[in-house]
């Protein structure tokens, strides 16, 4: 198969920006606050996808999609983030990760009602093994949270997951650029409540604080869902496209140790190889079980 045609590359490098974002997104609220810091972080991102819309002379989207647009990006990147947020800022991070690893289960289940894609018994058995490594990955070492943090988690994940299954539907009439960059500009539109605090905290930031920025907008932002829309417009399913989600705990411990000087422990180490091995019998289980897909 050729490279370029199969979703696995996009999704990959999909999730290695967004891991990046763990790192730097840390750094960066050590000066901006959460919300201002989500605004300016699209908002960026939305104004460089419009740039490449206006010199590739994109299409705009039919009148009849506009809506469709508006949903991903309120429970894409509007809704999205302000969960995330406020769920973060109650729980410990060992559960944050844990109820966000729901969200490839919750893309998988809805997919089946929505766009009846069937997942075989190995992949529901890999998606099992992936959620219990990244539950050995964060709870190992960490502490289990209970309290209404939970409940904004959940609606995180349940938020992008409904992401995932828009993105699903908006592949089959447009390109990748094309579904991104308009589904970011309108969650830029919606978290613009935030401009003034923004625009207050962007003019006092230090100069490195500015090249966090920089990497979370044009890398973790635009350029990483572009990739991410790429990835599932080619897959056949939306669960074989967001099971990677699964690898973003691992691979923010690993981006922790190259940029941030943090060295994985043992839970990191083993979760980690317990999430690597779910995610080969998810994509290869077919040869692995020696069964024939249809």
Known sequence: MNIKQSYHIYAAATIILWSLAYVFTRLALEHFTAFPLGFIRYFIASVLLIIVAIATKMKMPKAKDIPIFIAAGFFGFFFYMIAFNQGQGQVSSATASVIIATA??????????????????????????????????????????????????????????????????????????????????????????????????????????YVYIAILSLGSSAGAYVLWAKALSLSKQTAQVSNYMFGIPFAASLMGFVFGGEIPDMATIIGGGIILAGMVVFNFGDRVFKIREK
């Open 104 to 209: 490839p289960v919750m893309s998988a289940f809805m997919a089946r009602f929505v766009y009846k894609e069937r997942l075989r018994g190995y992949k529901w058995l890999a998606i099992v093994i992936e959620f219990a490594g990244v539950a050995v990955l964060t709870l190992l070492n960490g502490v289990f949270s209970v309290n209404s943090g939970l409940w904004w988690l959940f609606g995180a994940a349940l938020a992008f997951s409904i992401y995932n299954l828009i993105q699903k539907k908006l592949a089959t009439e447009y390109t990748s650029l094309q579904a991104s960059t308009f589904s970011i500009f309108a969650g830029a539109v919606m978290l613009a409540i935030f401009a003034p605090s923004a625009i207050g905290e962007i003019t006092s930031a230090p100069p490195i604080q």
